[in-house]
């Protein structure tokens, strides 16, 4: 069983910053051959993928966030983190982490396989 628990949401003003983490167990689960993901969720709309990181270190980023956000993880320490940069009122919403085992990163900011586990969410007001 992989856990996550994510932190860091809050409220800032349009052009802030915010630094989200999510502490797993899935480094130790899945060793080197996993992905690990944030989804965000805005009140009305679908959840859509972030950004995502596998074993090797590769990336890849939704093309509203790209430039602005960075993914990235700690295996030591078992955290995967966003840093957000340059926030707008449409990064609002609640962010997810999620991990999935025995893939790679796909395309768009998603993971090449369904995600298995999920966190429960830390939210994110980004006032205008």
């Known amino acids: 069983q992989v856990t996550l628990e994510e932190s860091g949401g809050g409220s800032v003003q349009a052009g802030g910053s915010l630094s989200l983490s999510c502490k797993t167990s899935?480094?130790?689960?899945?060793?080197?051959?996993?992905?690990m993901s944030w989804f965000r969720q805005a009140p009305g709309k679908q959840r859509e993928a972030v950004a995502s990181?596998?074993?090797?270190?590769?990336?890849t980023y939704n093309n509203a966030v790209e430039g602005r956000f960075a993914i990235s993880q700690d295996f030591d320490r078992g955290v995967l983190t966003l840093q957000m940069n340059n926030l707008n009122p449409d990064d609002s919403g609640t962010y997810y982490c999620?991990?999935?085992?025995?893939?790679?990163?796909?395309?768009?900011?998603?993971?090449?396989?369904?995600?298995?586990?999920w966190g429960q969410g830390t939210r994110v007001t980004v006032s205008s």
């Open positions: 990181i596998d074993g090797g270190g590769a990336t």
């Open positions: 999620a991990a999935a085992g025995y893939t790679y990163i796909g395309t768009g900011g998603r993971c090449a396989m369904t995600m298995t586990y």
């Open positions: 899935a480094y130790r689960y899945y060793s080197n051959m996993f992905c």
